[in-house]
């Protein structure tokens, strides 16, 4: 359903919608299963619960695309504040940030200041960066400042790649020169057909071309999905090959397929949650909404009884 999802992520980007859904109480329930909270003692709260049900975590805080420098050097405060939390309370989470949020927009040299305090800070603490992968037209920025830190971090900062692009094969070869950790997705933006596969049957056979080429040749890979299918795939592939834990694990959403979740553990597979949490959950949110168009019904729903 490609028009409901392309008319979510619209929705995203609608700030007049976002003040209707924060005042409406019936989308509260909804907005908690995939936010883990506004506050970052509500975030440990959460990752402290999955650590202990055998889950690692990885922290977002929540906010995108900012215009003014002194915002971005908050931000990338703010992160390094999260990892000293993260350190201090004893729980197992990286955390993933954005690079608009770093200042991306205003000035790339920003963003790499920003970013570079971060991940010095998580080398540090023997802790790790991942670093999201937004809309296509940051891509090539992301990866630019990714390589110009991975030579000086290594496995203490990760990248992602976006199956859904027809590019992503190429990146997915330089990874495995740069011995780079990679995290793949299949993407949550809204793409135009001339550079991403504009059917789902398309980007799955994608994402599974690139993720046995990472398994095998890469340095470690994230296998960042819920489809099942996908998931019972890449398994048996790690058997084929005789691939060890130590090159990757599965990473899902907070509140996406918790029944999954469960399983992967109880099969004793490696597992990271993305969890997210602050004041700014709408964009996220809603991209979570468009992955499931039938959750549109609720968001619509929860407006109307609001
Ligand atoms: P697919 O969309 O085919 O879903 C498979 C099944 O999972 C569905 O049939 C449904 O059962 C379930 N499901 C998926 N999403 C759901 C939802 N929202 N609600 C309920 N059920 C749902 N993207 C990006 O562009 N940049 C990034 O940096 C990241 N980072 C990231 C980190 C992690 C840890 C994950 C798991 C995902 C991301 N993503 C991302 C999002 C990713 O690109 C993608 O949009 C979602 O993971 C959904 O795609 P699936 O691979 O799950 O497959």
New binding site residues.
């Given amino acids: 359903m490609p028009l409901l999802r392309t008319a979510m992520l619209w929705m995203a980007r609608q700030r007049q919608l976002e003040a209707l859904v924060r005042a409406a109480p019936p989308a509260r329930p909804l907005v908690q299963r995939f936010i883990a909270g506004e506050t970052l003692d509500e975030a440990l709260a959460a990752v402290r619960q999955l650590n202990a049900r055998g889950m690692t975590a990885t922290l977002d805080v929540l906010g995108e695309n900012v215009a003014d420098a002194r915002e971005a050097q908050a931000a990338a405060e703010t992160y390094c504040h999260v990892l000293d939390q993260i350190a201090a309370s004893g729980v197992e989470s990286t955390i993933s940030v954005k690079l608009t949020m770093l200042g991306l927009d205003i000035d790339p040299a920003l963003a790499q200041r920003n970013l570079e305090a971060i991940v010095d800070h998580a080398r540090r603490l023997g802790n790790r960066v991942a670093v ?2 937004e809309g296509s037209p940051y891509t090539q920025r992301t990866l630019d400042l990714f390589y110009a830190l991975h030579p000086r971090y290594g496995d203490h900062i990760e990248m ?1 790649l ?1 199956a859904y692009l027809y590019r992503t094969e190429r990146d997915v070869e330089d990874a495995i020169a740069h011995r780079a950790r990679v ?1 793949l ?5 809204d793409e135009p057909p001339t550079i991403a596969y504009p059917s ?1 049957r398309a980007v799955d056979a994608a994402y599974r071309r690139q993720l046995e080429r990472l398994l095998e040749h890469g340095h470690f890979v994230s296998i ?4 099942e299918a996908i998931i019972r795939a890449a398994r048996g592939f790690i058997r084929r090959m005789g691939i060890g834990p130590y090159k990757y694990e599965f ?3 907070y509140g ?2 918790r029944d999954l979740q469960e399983q992967l553990v109880r099969l004793g597979e490696p597992l990271r949650i ?1 969890v997210p949490f602050g004041r700014q959950w709408y964009p996220y949110f809603m991209r ?1 909404m468009a ?2 168009p039938v ?1 549109l019904l609720f968001v619509l729903r929860a407006i109307a009884r609001g």
């Fill in positions: 999201d992968m992602v976006q995290r997705v299949k993407g949550a933006y789902k960042a999905t819920h489809d990473q899902m959403l996406v397929r993305y979570r992955e499931r959750n």
